[in-house]
């Protein structure tokens, strides 16, 4: 029986031979969840990017696809047109509906030479609490994204949303210092968009750019 709690013990373990395991177990936990802990950090960074590169890719579809169609106006009557042109704001109509069925013929996806009709009146925005807003209406109240709610937010956190505007020789076109627009918007006929969205995880920040040139081939003709 006095084996049992001898040092030298045969059969067992002994106390130096435990607190010797405990302290390899401990090193070894602590090392393992600090490895698990940055592998779940990286992973929640990741996906952060994924978000935020998925929801700038799904904007810049967006705004381009819109954007193609600026001026589309195939009768000639409706003055389809972009109106507003500014560096972080783009207003624009193009006749694409007929919602009314004017000219009675069932069929209310057609151009109908008027501008009152859904999707005809579209704007592209940035708010000051840094989201991008799209616009799409049947009217003039295209949703001044910093004033009207009228709107929907497309992207969440970006920080930064810019048009930069070329007319038909390819020449940058500026907007104006006092009036941030641009003077004669119906000579844009190129449009270069950058959408900068940003993300924080534990304090670090990432940030993302999207560029994309949309050629405006329905303005001026
Ligand atoms: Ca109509
Ligand atoms: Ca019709
Ligand atoms: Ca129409």
Redesign the pocket.
């Known amino acids: 029986m006095a084996d049992r709690f001898s040092v030298h013990n045969k059969d067992g373990f002994t106390l130096v031979e435990l607190l010797i395991v405990t302290a390899i177990f401990g090193v070894f936990a602590s090392a393992m969840f600090g490895l698990y802990r940055s592998q779940n950090d990286a992973y929640a960074i990741q996906n952060q990017v994924v978000d935020m590169q998925q929801s700038l890719r799904g904007t810049m579809g967006l705004i381009t696809r819109e954007l193609r169609m600026a001026g589309f106006d195939p009768r000639g009557t409706a003055g389809a047109t972009i109106r507003i042109a500014r560096g972080d704001y783009i207003y624009f109509t193009k006749d694409v ?4 069925d ?1 000219d009675n013929d069932l069929n209310k996806n057609e151009p ?6 859904s999707n ?1 009146h579209v704007a592209f925005g940035l708010t000051t609490d840094f989201q991008v807003c799209h616009h799409s209406g ?1 009217n003039a109240n295209h949703g001044d994204p910093f004033h009207n709610t009228n709107h929907e937010r497309i992207t969440e956190n970006a920080s930064q949303l810019t048009f930069t505007y070329f007319d038909e020789n390819g020449n940058q076109i500026n907007p104006d210092p006092l009036t941030l627009e641009v003077a004669n918007p119906a000579a844009i006929r190129r449009v270069t968009i950058q959408i900068q969205a940003s993300t924080s995880f534990k304090g670090q920040a990432r940030n993302r750019t999207l560029s994309a040139t949309v050629y405006c081939r329905n303005m001026g003709l």
């Open positions: 509906n007929d919602t009314t004017l109908d030479g008027e501008l009152n009709d005809e049947p």
